[in-house]
């Protein structure tokens, strides 16, 4: 087994993926931009690391977790980056939503040095970063995948090899698509039931087992209903997704009219102060309608 992993990031998923990678017995190097962040984990056994760069150096595998693509070009990149510390055979997995051009440079970059690195993005929220079931979609070199299975297996149960660099990246775009006309489909269908005044439990007690039935459904609508809008994914991450979404379909020349809509509506919300919301606040989008 691997012994030492590098992980880089701790937000809302990372710490949950960070804790399950120290309960399995592997030496984490923990890097964040924010040390408050990491606290908690560092007491759980992480060894903190100063840059990416330190951790890429001390580990054998490195997982990257952060917010943009941005941020996964100033993890992977520079002097202190993972890419100029990691020793030649060290693998790289980047499990941030990013961009398909993104993962097959730093691919190909990877190659150059020794280093292969996946691009390997997750889905399941919050909830399925706690209960370690989070669908992993993974692109890149299929010879070295066999290699970080160990470890991605510690985070999730739907683990798909998708094929070469950017596979990972584009699968997540289409996981992301159908989640924009979930969303909205979802918000609407509770707006409905508030309108024609009937119990959304009992609505969504009828309608969640039938042919409606979705994990938003389940697992998000009760938080609407409550009125609980923290987040298990930020609105202004899923806005990044939906932007990066809409920009790989205009290079294919694919129209997105649903998608376009949804990022419109989250859009709308985030300039109105709820960027930091859950995904499930669109529903407050609708509230002014009840």
């Not at 030492?4 to 701790?10: C, E």
């Not at 510690?154 to 070469?164: A, D, E, H, R, S």
């Not at 596979?167 to 918000?187: D, L, R, W």
């Not at 290079?251 to 376009?260: K, S």
Request: with cysteine; aromatic share 6%; hydrophobic share 40%.
């Amino acid at each position: 087994m691997t012994q030492n992993v590098g992980f880089i990031g701790a937000g809302v998923m990372g710490r949950s993926m960070c804790t399950h990678l120290i309960e399995a017995g592997y030496h984490v190097h923990l890097y964040t931009r924010t040390k408050s962040k990491a606290e908690p984990l560092i007491k759980k056994g992480a060894a903190w690391c100063s840059t990416p760069g330190e951790a890429a150096e001390k580990s054998d595998i490195v997982i990257t977790i952060v917010g943009y693509p941005e941020d996964v070009t100033e993890v992977y990149h520079g002097t202190e980056g993972i890419l100029a510390n990691a020793k030649p055979g060290t693998r790289c997995v980047d499990m941030t939503t990013s961009t398909p051009k993104l993962a097959q440079a730093l691919c190909e970059e990877g190659k150059k040095r020794g280093i292969p690195v996946f691009d390997a993005p997750v889905s399941g929220g919050d909830i399925g970063a706690r209960e370690k079931r989070l669908a992993i979609m993974a692109g890149g070199d299929e010879a070295e995948f066999e290699a970080v299975l160990p470890v991605l297996s510690c985070l999730g149960t739907n683990i798909v090899y998708q094929g070469p660099a950017g596979s990972g990246q584009h699968t997540k775009m289409c996981n992301q698509i159908a989640i924009a006309g979930t969303m909205t489909g979802a918000g609407e269908a509770l707006a409905y039931a508030y309108k024609a005044g009937l119990d959304p439990e009992k609505v969504l007690q009828s309608i969640e087992t039938g042919a409606a039935g979705s994990w938003t459904l389940s697992n998000l609508v009760p938080r609407m209903i409550k009125e609980d809008f923290s987040p298990g994914f930020f609105i202004k991450h899923f806005i990044k997704d939906m932007g990066i979404a809409i920009e790989a379909a205009e290079e294919m020349n694919l129209e997105t009219p649903g998608l376009h809509l949804a990022k419109e509506l989250y859009t709308q919300l985030a300039e109105g102060g709820e960027e930091n919301a859950g995904t499930q606040a669109i529903i407050k989008y609708y509230m002014d309608q009840r």
